[in-house]
Nanobody
Framework: QVQLVESGGGLVQAGGSLRLSCAASGRTFSGYAMGWFRQAPGKEREFVAAITWSTGRTYYADSVSGRFTISKDNAKNTVYLQMSTLKPEDTAVYYC???????????????????WGQGTQVTVSS
C-alpha cells in the first residue's frame, strides 16, 4: 500500500505563488511516476502535471505550462508543484497521484494512476 500526503495549499491573491508538496510512503514504494490533478467545484478532475521518478521526464497541461513546475526529491520520496502567476481559475482541490506503471502515452488520464492523496485546497482570489 502507498500513502500520499499533500500539503502547501492555501489562499493566495491572483499573480501570487504557492508550492505544493506530496510525500509518498509505503511498505515498498517504488512507483514509476507521480502526478498532480485538480478538481474545481462542479467540474471534472483534470490533469495538471506529472513526472517520472527515474528520468525526471515531465508532462504539463496546456493551461499551466509555463506557470507551474513539477519537481521531485527521490531521497525524500516527495514531489513538488511550484505554482506561479496564479489565476482565479486555478482555484481547486489539488490531488497527488502515484503510478506504479508506465504513464506514457497518456499521463493525463486518471486511470493511469494507482494511488491518490486526500487533496489540498488552493484558492486564488481576484
Amino acid at each position: 500500500q502507498v500513502q500520499l500526503v499533500e500539503s502547501g495549499g492555501g489562499l493566495v491573491q491572483a499573480g501570487g505563488s504557492l508550492r505544493l508538496s506530496c510525500a509518498a510512503s509505503g511498505r515498498t514504494f517504488s512507483g514509476y511516476a507521480m502526478g498532480w490533478f485538480r478538481q474545481a467545484p462542479g467540474k471534472e478532475r483534470e490533469f495538471v502535471a506529472a513526472i517520472t521518478w527515474s528520468t525526471g521526464r515531465t508532462y504539463y497541461a496546456d493551461s499551466v505550462s509555463g506557470r507551474f513546475t513539477i519537481s521531485k526529491d527521490n531521497a525524500k520520496n516527495t514531489v513538488y508543484l511550484q505554482m506561479s502567476t496564479l489565476k482565479p481559475e486555478d482555484t481547486a482541490v489539488y490531488y497527488c497521484a502515484a503510478a506504479l506503471r508506465r504513464i506514457a502515452p497518456r499521463p493525463d488520464r486518471s486511470v493511469t494512476y494507482d494511488y491518490w492523496g486526500q487533496g489540498t485546497q488552493v484558492t486564488v482570489s481576484s
